[in-house]
Nanobody, 123 residues
Framework: QVQLVESGGGLVQAGGSLRLACAASGRTFNNYAMGWFRQAPGKEREFVAAISWIGGTTYYSDSVKGRFTISRDSAKKTVYLQMNSLKPEDTAVYSC????????????????WGQGTQVTVSS
């Protein structure tokens, strides 16, 4: 069982940066691949990024590639999403997720989810 709590959201101007954090509880955190998703008002949930349980393999959606970076700190049981060069279209609720493999996250989402954190990018 894994519990996930996101933090770090807020309001930022276009071109700015934010770093989201997802803190996990549970002894098996290091066995899970982790990912970030986002959902804007009136839109479906969208995959953003994923990282393998070892942390050596990362995946990004085309819309964030080159601007966002996912990383994890196994000792702190935390996964991060560094977001640079933010655009108004990045505005959404961002949620982290855990699953057994990154392919699971990329294709069907996570087995465990956090409650989400709001990111708003003003133009």
């Amino acid at each position: 069982q894994v519990q996930l709590v996101e933090s770090g959201g807020g309001l930022v101007q276009a071109g700015g940066s934010l770093r989201l954090a997802c803190a996990a509880s549970g002894r098996t955190f290091n066995n899970y691949a982790m990912g970030w998703f986002r959902q804007a008002p009136g839109k479906e949930r969208e995959f953003v990024a994923a990282i393998s349980w070892i942390g050596g393999t990362t995946y990004y959606s085309d819309s964030v590639k080159g601007r966002f970076t996912i990383s994890r700190d196994s000792a702190k049981k935390t996964v991060y999403l560094q977001m640079n060069s933010l655009k108004p279209e990045d505005t959404a609720v961002y949620s982290c997720a855990a699953a057994d493999r990154t392919i699971t996250i990329r294709t069907s989402g996570g087995d465990y989810w956090g409650q989400g954190t709001q990111v708003t990018v003003s133009s």
